[in-house]
C-alpha cells in the first residue's frame, strides 16, 4: 500500500472513532435524562398518594373522635338503650 492509502485510512480511523465517542456520550446523556425524567414523575406519584393517604388518616382520626365522644355516647344511651343520666343518690362508695 501507498503512504496515501495508509494516511487517509489513519484519518478514517480517527473520524470514526470520534463520532463513535461522540455519539456514546449523546446515547449516555440522553438515557440519563430519560431516566432522570421518568424517576421524577414516580416521585410525583408517590408523594401524591402518600398525601392521599395522609388526608385518609386524618379524616379517619377525625371519625374515631367522633365516634368516641363522650356526648355521643350519653345520647346513644339515654335514647336508643334507655338509660337514664347518673345522679348522686345512684354513687356508692364501696370500701374493702
Known amino acids: 500500500m501507498s503512504s496515501v492509502n495508509i494516511v487517509i485510512i489513519k484519518k478514517i480511523l480517527k473520524l470514526t472513532f ?7 456520550l449523546l446515547f449516555c446523556v440522553t438515557w440519563q435524562s430519560i431516566h432522570d425524567y421518568l424517576l421524577n414523575l ?4 408517590l408523594s401524591r398518594k402518600k398525601h392521599e393517604l395522609e388526608k385518609t388518616l386524618y379524616l379517619k382520626n ?3 373522635s367522633s365516634l368516641k365522644s363522650r356526648e355521643r355516647i350519653r345520647k346513644i344511651a339515654i335514647e336508643q338503650l334507655g ?3 347518673i345522679t348522686y343518690s345512684d354513687v356508692r362508695l364501696i370500701i374493702y
Open 62 to 64: 377525625v371519625e374515631l
Open 18 to 24: 470520534f463520532f463513535g465517542v461522540l455519539f456514546s
Open 83 to 85: 338509660m337514664s343520666p
Open 42 to 45: 414516580k416521585i410525583d406519584e
